[in-house]
Every structure is written in structure tokens, then in C-alpha cells.
């Protein structure tokens, strides 16, 4: 061999090993392509350290190359530069990061900047997404919901420079409520003789923008219906998908239309149908027995709350006096009034003169429970039998002293009932107060009784 040879081979070494390239030297190569181009077979490059383009310029697309030579910062790839490579935000390096220039004029190693992508995003259930990079690093891509629905998380997610997606995939939840809308509220005047009324309306339609099947429930009467009189309150609920819910109300007010409460007659009573005294009910005057009715004999509530007609009086029933004898004058009192037979020997009697003041200031109580004053005064030629004013035939006189054993020699006072029996003597003056507590105790029937209690301030 020789000298040259050795000399080169010698010279090969040394940059080898001052260059670190010496097997076990620690130096660590981050790459994905571990490929090293090998010498050419019989290739012997000349060597020199001089020359400042002992290597091609190295270049790396989308990246940056920072080289140190040992001839200094000016020099790029003279023999021995040493270069670091690195890409761009949003690429990665493939390959080595660094690479040195070797004496073979070629360069350690290579290096390649690939795009970094994130994966694509999965559409979310009932949303969207929109990206502004598509899925390069440093793209944004905000989810927006479908109408209806709200975004539940991250509303934004970026693609990172790693390669993977910032946050976590959101939800778009159903939150808004449905919208329903209730029918107007409503007053219904309730038909005649009725105290309902008949209401409808059309039910409500729910919508919701995320669900088209809305679940709509009445709380309250249904359309269609009676409705009682006063307001009802009726309430829709509506639930959609996700259990939102929704609810309106409206009000159903039925009005009974109602004249003032009719008054019986004095010595009468009233029948009314329906509720009294609602539209369209219909009032029937009644008398007492021994009274008739003069007027109409009903009347009826009309829509303005007002009556047609006046109203019934009760007058007493007008009895015969021209009767022949005594049992048909007593037929017409029979069942409808009671008689107060007051008998004295002439008008001057004290008793009587007592006892007709008495009876005249007691007339309107005697009247209220049904009782007729027929007076027997005097004797044979000048008796007079008399009703108030209304003379008696002197056989139907002496019919009726007969029929009752009525003496004309003293002062007395007989009660008959309406079946025509004796019922109580008084052989002195009595009071009106004595008189209408024997009555009341003693004769009254009960239906009567409630007529008395209804019009005993009648007298006052």
C-alpha cells in the first residue's frame, strides 16, 4: 500500500471520529426513516474542506434547515456541516432532524414535512358543525343545534398541533318548552229554566320545533259540556319529547240571569219551577183556602231580569149572604174559613160594645188565620144577622142559633172551625191576643203556620 493510500485512509478516520460517527458515540437520531445512503461501491470522493458547496443546499419545504459549518455561520454545506431541520406549525417532520454533510457529497440522512390533519369530527344527533381551516391545526369548527335544541358542552373544539381535537364532543339537548296557546276566555248566559250551560271550543294546537308529536292533557271540564253557574278555570299542558312542558288557561264564566225574588201574596204562596227566579222560570200565585186570586195567575223571569205582569193578590173569597138557610151559608165556609159568631141581646150590650172594639182592632189578625166575624144581634122583630155589612135571612138566623144552641138572653162568643164544628165558647169579653193563641195553638195547620210566620209584621 502506498503512503497516499495510507495517508487518506488515515485522514477518513479521523473526520469520522471527530465528527462523532464513531460507533457507540451517543448521538441520538429522531427519525422515521432510519435509511442512510451508502457509498457508492469504488467511489473516492476528494476531499476538501474548503469548498463551501462540498454538499447541495439543503432545502425542506414547509419546514426551516438551521446548519452549523466548522468553517463558520457563513458556510451551509461545506464538509462536516452539521443541520438541524424543523417544519412549520401545522406540519410534522418525517425523517431525520438532523443530518450532517458527509464526505461522499451527500448528506446523512433526509427529512420531509407532511401536513398534520385532525381526524374528522364525528355529526353530532340533532346538530351541525362548521370548520373555518376544514381539519388543518388551528382550524375551529363551532356546532351549532337544530332549531329546538341547545348545545350541552363545548360549543367550539381546534385542531391541535398534535394532531387531535381540543374539548370534547357536545350534546344538543331539547330544552325549549312547546308553545300553545289556549282559546279565549268566554261568558255563556245560561238557557232559560236552566242553571247550566252548554260551552265549546276548539282545543288547542301545541307545537315544538324539535319534536313534531306534542302530548297535550285538559285539566278541567271538557268542551261540550254543561257548565254550572260561577267561572271554571281550564287548563292545557303540553309536554313534548323530552319532557318539556308548556301550559295555558282560560276561563268559562256561565251567568244565570236573575229577576228579584217574588214576594207571596198575603194569605197565599208561590210555586216556581226551576231555581225560583232564574230566566225562564215560571211563578204560580196560590190563595189560601177561603181567599182568590185577583190578577195573573203566573208569571215569568225574562232575559232583562225583569216579570211580566203584576203580581197576584189573595182577596177573600166573596160568600153569599142571600142564602135561605144555614147549612148552605156554613157549606161555603166548609174546609176554606173559620167562623167567629158573636151573639149579644142588642147593640147597647157592655160586652158587646167590648168585644166589638176589640174584634175591629183585631180584624187583620183574624184575617191572617182565616177567620170570617158573623154577628147575631137582638130578638125577634129586630134581629139582625149580619157578615160586616151584609144582612142574613132571619131563617138562616134562627138555623144557625139552633145548629149551635146560641142564646139571645147573654153576651157570647162561638169559634167554628172550617169543618164546621163548636170549638171554643166565650161567654165574656176576650182579647185578640187570647183569640189568635187559641187559634194558633189549637186550629192552625202546619202549612198555616209557615204562612203566618211569613206575614205576622203584615198587621203591624
Not at 176576650?430 to 205576622?456: A, G, V, W
Amino acid at each position: 500500500m502506498s503512503r497516499f493510500h495510507i495517508f487518506l485512509l488515515f485522514m477518513m478516520t479521523f473526520i469520522r471520529e471527530g465528527l462523532g460517527y464513531n460507533e457507540g458515540s451517543g448521538i441520538t437520531v429522531h427519525s422515521y426513516n432510519e435509511f442512510v445512503p451508502e457509498e457508492e461501491e469504488g467511489y473516492t470522493p476528494r476531499l476538501d474542506y474548503r469548498n463551501p458547496t462540498w454538499c447541495h443546499n439543503l432545502r425542506l419545504a414547509n419546514g426551516d434547515v438551521t446548519c452549523h459549518s466548522p468553517l463558520g455561520g457563513n458556510f451551509r454545506s461545506t464538509l462536516g456541516t452539521r443541520c438541524e431541520m424543523t417544519c412549520d406549525r401545522g406540519y410534522k417532520l418525517l425523517g431525520r432532524t438532523s443530518v450532517q454533510c458527509m464526505p461522499n457529497r451527500r448528506w446523512s440522512g433526509i427529512g420531509h414535512c407532511r401536513q398534520v390533519r385532525c381526524s374528522v369530527l364525528q355529526l353530532i344527533l340533532h346538530g351541525t358543525y362548521h370548520c373555518t381551516q376544514g381539519y388543518m391545526v388551528d382550524s375551529r369548527c363551532d356546532y351549532i343545534c337544530d332549531l329546538g335544541y341547545r348545545i350541552e358542552g363545548y360549543q367550539s373544539r381546534i385542531c391541535l398541533d398534535g394532531g387531535s381535537w381540543s374539548g370534547a364532543e357536545p350534546l344538543c339537548a331539547d330544552h325549549d318548552p312547546p308553545k300553545i296557546k289556549c282559546p279565549l276566555s268566554r261568558v255563556k248566559v245560561a238557557d232559560p229554566g236552566k242553571l247550566t250551560a252548554r260551552v265549546s271550543w276548539d282545543p288547542p294546537v301545541a307545537t315544538d320545533a324539535a319534536d313534531k308529536t306534542v302530548d297535550i292533557s285538559l285539566i278541567g271540564q271538557s268542551p261540550d259540556t254543561n257548565f254550572k253557574e260561577g267561572i271554571s278555570v281550564i287548563r292545557y299542558t303540553a309536554h313534548d319529547q323530552a319532557r318539556n312542558r308548556a301550559a295555558c288557561k282560560f276561563i268559562v264564566r256561565v251567568e244565570v240571569r236573575r229577576c228579584p225574588v217574588l214576594k207571596p201574596s198575603v194569605h197565599g204562596h208561590l210555586t216556581c219551577d226551576s231555581d225560583g227566579n232564574n230566566y225562564g222560570a215560571v211563578c204560580e200565585y196560590h190563595c189560601d183556602s177561603g181567599y182568590e186570586r185577583s190578577g195573573t195567575a203566573s208569571r215569568t223571569c225574562q232575559f232583562d231580569r225583569s216579570w211580566t205582569q203584576e203580581p197576584a193578590q189573595c182577596v177573600p173569597m166573596e160568600f153569599k149572604t142571600d142564602m135561605n138557610t144555614a147549612s148552605g151559608l156554613l157549606d161555603q165556609f166548609y174546609g176554606k174559613r173559620r167562623l167567629l159568631i158573636v151573639s149579644a141581646p142588642n147593640t147597647a150590650h157592655p160586652d158587646y160594645k167590648l168585644q166589638n172594639f176589640m174584634v175591629q182592632n183585631a180584624e187583620c189578625g183574624l184575617d191572617l188565620r182565616q177567620v170570617t166575624v158573623l154577628e147575631l144581634l137582638g130578638s125577634p122583630p129586630r134581629e139582625v144577622g149580619r157578615i160586616k155589612e151584609r144582612h142574613l135571612d132571619t131563617d138562616v138566623i134562627e138555623g144557625l142559633r139552633q145548629a149551635f144552641r146560641i142564646s139571645r138572653s147573654f153576651f157570647s162568643m162561638l169559634l167554628i172551625d172550617k169543618d164546621g164544628l163548636d170549638h171554643e165558647r166565650f161567654i165574656t169579653p176576650t182579647t185578640s191576643d187570647e183569640i189568635y193563641s187559641y187559634i194558633d195553638n189549637n186550629l192552625l195547620e202546619e202549612e198555616e203556620r209557615k204562612q203566618l210566620d211569613l206575614h205576622r209584621d203584615y198587621c203591624d
